[in-house]
């Protein structure tokens, strides 16, 4: 899906930081996203700006979390972090 708005890391190089407005609505909009994906038992595993990329909904913001491309299932994460622990 194009996203007309470009990623997070490019908004704020050209615009420089967000707006506390614009900032809550990404962090909902997020959690949303992740909230939905943790439902499926997927954790997505790579969530930084250039996966965050901004689209426009009748004139509203919208923030869409893109790149599942390193995404495991929940079950997976669990035994990675005990076996690197011991």
């Not at 969530?47 to 893109?66: C, D, H, Q, Y």
Request: net charge positive; proline share 3%.
């Amino acid at each position: 899906e194009y996203c007309s708005g470009g990623s997070l890391r490019n908004q704020i190089a050209c615009d420089g930081p967000l707006s506390v407005e614009m900032t809550l609505i990404l962090a909902l909009h997020l959690a949303r996203a992740l909230s939905a994906l943790h439902d499926l038992g997927i954790i997505h595993a790579d969530v930084k700006p250039e996966n965050i990329f901004g689209a426009r909904r009748t004139g509203s913001p919208l923030w869409k979390l893109a790149d599942l491309g390193i995404s495991r299932k929940a079950g997976n994460v669990g035994h990675a972090a005990s076996r690197a622990c011991t």
